[in-house]
């Protein structure tokens, strides 16, 4: 019996096929709904979940109620902070004009944040708070700040304190404006971070700061990682980087975001 495609559905049969096509349609248009994916390909839901399910399980996609999302770009620390783009020094130097003289400014680790320490300027006087070490040392030599390390158990993916200890001692500081190292920043998911503890880490800076900036590239924004850290309306700014389309903008303006 010949298979009825309707009208609607593209003739795609093999399930590589379709699976290639659902990962392409994800990374254009950001996020996939179940529903509209069965009327797309004329297949039942059940297909279409062992689809987004395999997918998953490969790490293409992250499966959400309904839906799909696109992951965060997962890469290691040492080889994220040899990446010096001209779209992420220019995030940077952006976003250290936001750090004022008599500011205390706590930076969550991240090679953004590392990034935003290099260029900030050499007569400001502020007092900087950091989970990590290597943030702390590119300001040691900066003569007008006070840095303050916060301690506890390194995570060696996150080259940051992130455990209870940590967690604890950023509850002494009022700050000014935090930087958050941004893994994924999403409009209805909100900010979430790949680590476990280092959810917990960020929700702690975010409550002890006055201004919160989530500084990311393009490629973060509109992704999803496992642990939600808090939504959209507990970020103040966002800085990234030119020429993103204003489409993939106007969520995060609609929410209350100053985007620069």
Not at 75 to 90: F, G, L, M, N
Not at 114 to 126: D, F, H, M, V
Not at 154 to 174: G, P, T
């Amino acid at each position: 019996m010949t298979k009825l495609i309707p009208d609607n559905s593209l003739n795609i049969n093999l399930p590589q096929e379709r699976r290639q096509h659902i990962l392409e349609k994800l990374q254009s248009e950001g996020k996939l709904i179940a529903t509209d994916l069965c009327a797309l390909y004329g297949v039942s839901e059940d297909t279409i979940r062992r689809d987004l399910r395999d997918m998953a399980a490969d790490g293409l996609l992250k499966r959400v109620h309904g839906g799909a999302l696109p992951l965060a770009p997962q890469r290691p620390y040492a080889e994220r902070a040899q990446d010096s783009s001209p779209a992420k020094v220019a995030i940077a130097q952006t976003a250290a004009r936001l750090v004022q003289n008599g500011h205390m400014v706590i930076f969550g680790s991240g090679t953004t944040n590392l990034e935003i320490c290099k260029q900030l300027e050499p007569s400001l006087r502020a007092t900087v708070v950091t989970t990590s070490p290597q943030i702390a040392l590119t300001l040691l030599d900066h003569r007008f700040i006070e840095v303050i390390l916060v301690g506890g158990r390194l995570s060696k993916s996150a080259y940051a304190a992130i455990d209870a200890e940590a967690l604890a001692q950023l509850s002494r500081y009022h700050a000014d404006i935090c930087f958050l190292g941004i893994c994924s920043l999403h409009p209805q998911a909100g900010y979430t971070v790949t680590l476990y503890d280092e959810a917990a880490i960020n929700r702690a800076i975010i409550a002890q700061s006055g201004e919160v900036v989530a500084a990311a590239t393009g490629d973060k924004l509109g992704t999803i990682a496992p642990y939600a850290v808090a939504p959209l309306s507990d970020i103040t700014h966002l800085v990234t980087e030119p020429n993103l389309p204003e489409a993939s903008l106007e969520p995060y303006r609609q929410a209350g975001l100053e985007i620069l």
